[in-house]
């Protein structure tokens, strides 16, 4: 069965500095979306993607945060400048959006450290 | 969107049914219940959703009231497997943000 594949599994990266969280969606998906999920706490959307632009996010997706599909396959979420709590698992998902209510399909994340 | 309330735990025995209630007293008519669920450090899961009708399909059956203000969420046979965090979650449609609150934490004992 066709999958999302999120690299890497764990990032460990300096507060200020820049990282971003790598996604390859299901191939013939055409929504997309980021979500995240602190230690011990609830999963948080933060943005949904869709015709190469945000169609919705959250308010935790302030200007820090950006997304691209820089090409036909992936699907990336840049965090500008890193603070200790953005400390988290981040979750790419994709849905084919062929038929209303298509189930998402989550990766199994990225476990982001910030130091 | 809907809340839900959902039990914070329960245990299942190894090859029993497991029923997990879900409660969304001011669900709307034109929003639906999903589920989910969560594995340990894995991400989240499809499992089945419904509007107004009972739904089976492979993982589990979905029955939900008449009035709609709640709902159950069957796995006909637990599994050791089926250990996890299991979310209901009320949404206009899957196409859409979903609301994950702190959902079940099931534990299927052998």
């Known amino acids: 069965e066709p999958e999302v594949t999120q690299t890497p599994s764990h990032q460990v990266t300096q507060m200020g500095q820049e990282v971003i969280l790598r996604c390859v969606p299901i191939s013939n998906h055409l929504y997309f979306y980021w979500y995240r999920q602190i230690l011990g706490q609830k999963v948080e959307f933060l943005v949904s993607f869709y015709n190469n632009e945000i169609s919705e996010k959250s308010e935790i997706f302030d200007d820090q945060f950006s997304v691209e599909r820089p090409d036909g396959s992936n699907f990336t979420l840049k965090i500008r400048s890193t603070k200790l709590e953005d400390s988290a698992m981040y979750f790419c998902a994709s849905s084919d959006g062929g038929r209303i209510n298509s189930p998402l399909h989550f990766g199994n994340g990225t476990r982001l450290t910030v130091t | 969107d809907a809340k839900t309330t959902q039990p914070p735990s329960m245990d299942c025995a190894e090859g029993r049914a497991a029923n997990l209630p879900c409660n969304h007293s001011?669900?709307?008519?034109?929003?639906?219940v999903y589920w989910y669920r969560q594995i340990h450090s894995q991400g989240p899961q499809y499992i089945i959703h419904g509007l107004k009708n009972n739904e089976t399909n492979e993982m589990a059956s979905l029955i939900i009231t008449e009035d709609r203000k709640s709902s159950t969420l069957i796995l006909p046979h637990a599994t050791l497997r089926d250990t996890a965090v299991y979310y209901c979650i009320v949404s206009r449609s899957n196409d859409y943000k979903l609301s994950f609150g702190a959902g079940t934490t099931v534990t299927v004992r052998a």
């Open positions: 001011t669900i709307s008519g034109n929003e639906y």
